[in-house]
């Protein structure tokens, strides 16, 4: 079966988030799958291969349900693949071709106006009818599926709990029905001064929750490195990044509370 995710010639929409979502989800229930990032095949790659990057080796090596590509899948392609596409026109043959061969269609929306008209055409030159339409921080008219605001990094996006729910939705729509399949630790720690959670892990994921500023934060991160290193790197993507976007960097937070507290 062949997914594709797209949005057409927006980018920014989410498309690797939800391409890497629907491998969670997958792995979770047992189905072997590969991964392909197409923006590779063009040049520089810019979708799910640029996310996982030192993730890719691990995930290609350890586990037994994932693999992760460059390019397209060959043609004939028997299995699962899901096809991560950089931003592409109708007018580019090869994505009309790609339109064509897919089993399944994920068109991911957002709130910019032209990735709004830009899926309206896609969905007109996609001669199939299997379609899933994921709307990524705003819901809109037709959409199901809404992935909610959080960070930036595709794995905090994904690990959130409600977005969780909503990847595990889309995989049913999709036809992967089955029973989950995952060790539930729940074990907290503390990595350099930072308080973690180990909340759940399968082959080849695991669901990490860090505390900054007295909130926990949820990443879905590939399971191919030590505990340790994986919250070091979780909260690298949303600590300082995140507080920054607040205006609360640099010790800002606690100058705040001592302003407020004279």
């Given at each position: 079966?062949?997914?594709?995710?797209?949005?057409?010639?927006?980018?920014?929409?989410?498309?690797?988030?939800?391409?890497?979502?629907?491998?969670?989800?997958?792995?979770?229930?047992?189905?072997?799958?590969?991964?392909?990032?197409?923006?590779c095949g063009l040049g520089v790659c810019t979708g799910v291969y640029y996310y996982?990057?030192?993730?890719?080796?691990?995930?290609?090596?350890?586990?037994?349900?994932?693999?992760?590509?460059?390019?397209?899948?060959?043609?004939?392609?028997?299995?699962?693949?899901?096809?991560?596409?950089?931003?592409?026109?109708?007018?580019?043959?090869?994505?009309?071709?790609?339109?064509?061969?897919?089993?399944?269609?994920?068109?991911?929306?957002?709130?910019?106006?032209?990735?709004?008209?830009s899926v309206e055409r896609v969905l007109e030159a996609y001669p199939g009818s299997?379609?899933?339409?994921?709307?990524?921080?705003?819901?809109?008219?037709?959409?199901?599926?809404?992935?909610?605001?959080?960070?930036?990094?595709?794995?905090?996006?994904?690990?959130?709990?409600?977005?969780?729910?909503?990847?595990?939705?889309?995989?049913?729509?999709?036809?992967?029905?089955?029973?989950?399949?995952?060790?539930?630790?729940?074990?907290?720690?503390?990595?350099?001064?930072?308080?973690?959670?180990?909340?759940?892990?399968?082959?080849?994921?695991?669901?990490?929750?860090?505390?900054?500023?007295?909130?926990?934060?949820?990443?879905?991160?590939?399971?191919?490195?030590?505990?340790?290193?994986?919250?070091?790197?979780?909260?690298?993507?949303?600590?300082?990044?995140?507080?920054?976007?607040?205006g609360l960097a640099n010790n800002a937070l606690t100058r705040l509370f001592r302003?407020?507290?004279?």
């Open positions: 079966m062949l997914i594709v995710v797209t949005s057409g010639i927006k980018g920014g929409t989410g498309k690797s988030t939800v391409a890497l979502g629907l491998s969670a989800i997958l792995s979770l229930r047992g189905f072997r799958h590969e991964l392909f990032d197409y923006s996982l990057s030192d993730f890719v080796d691990g995930v290609n090596r350890l586990s037994r349900l994932v693999g992760v590509r460059q390019g397209l899948p060959p043609q004939g392609f028997e299995g699962v693949a899901i096809v991560d596409l950089p931003p592409m026109s109708l007018a580019q043959p090869e994505f009309v071709d790609l339109l064509g061969r897919a089993d399944a269609l994920v068109v991911v929306s957002s709130y910019e106006p032209d990735s709004v008209v299997r379609i899933v339409k994921v709307c990524n921080r705003a819901s809109m008219e037709g959409c199901r599926h809404y992935l909610k605001v959080t960070p930036e990094s595709p794995f905090f996006v994904i690990g959130e709990p409600t977005n969780f729910r909503t990847f595990n939705e889309l995989i049913n729509e999709l036809g992967f029905v089955g029973e989950n399949r995952y060790e539930r630790v729940g074990r907290q720690f503390v990595v350099n001064g930072v308080r973690a959670k180990l909340v759940a892990r399968w082959d080849p994921y695991a669901i990490i929750g860090v505390e900054v500023s007295q909130k926990w934060y949820y990443a879905l991160m590939p399971y191919t490195k030590l505990i340790e290193e994986l919250v070091s790197m979780a909260y690298e993507l949303v600590g300082p990044s995140y507080l920054y976007r607040l302003a407020i507290r004279h």
